[in-house]
């Protein structure tokens, strides 16, 4: 199986989208895969949707990092993910 599916290199699945969206937006997909991509963007209203909110996620996101997030509230934060990922971790 080829690594666009079943049905070979000119079809592509909205799995897919999600697993290449990074790549994609980053312009780091070779071209072949990139037009394709664009294609199935095209006439698939979900991936639209998909993109647009990933989209707007990098761009909230790029914003927060000029916000400076109070030392008390920052400590809280990393320790809540730590608890987070070790309780993660400890799952068999």
């Given amino acids: 199986m080829s ?3 079943a049905s ?6 909205c799995r897919q989208i999600a697993e290449l969206l990074g790549d994609y937006l ?10 394709l991509l664009d294609w199935h963007i095209e006439g698939c209203g979900p991936c639209v949707a ?3 909110t990933y989209r707007g996620t990098i761009n909230a996101a790029a914003k927060l990092r000029e916000i400076e997030i109070p030392g008390e509230l920052k400590q ?3 320790a809540v993910l730590r608890s987070q990922r070790a309780s993660h971790q400890a799952r068999p």
């Fill in 50 to 52: 998909f993109v647009n």
């Fill in 3 to 5: 690594e666009y599916g």
């Fill in 26 to 35: 980053d312009g780091t997909l070779p071209q072949q895969t990139r037009e």
């Fill in 76 to 78: 809280r934060l990393l």
């Fill in 8 to 13: 070979g290199p000119s079809s592509i699945e």
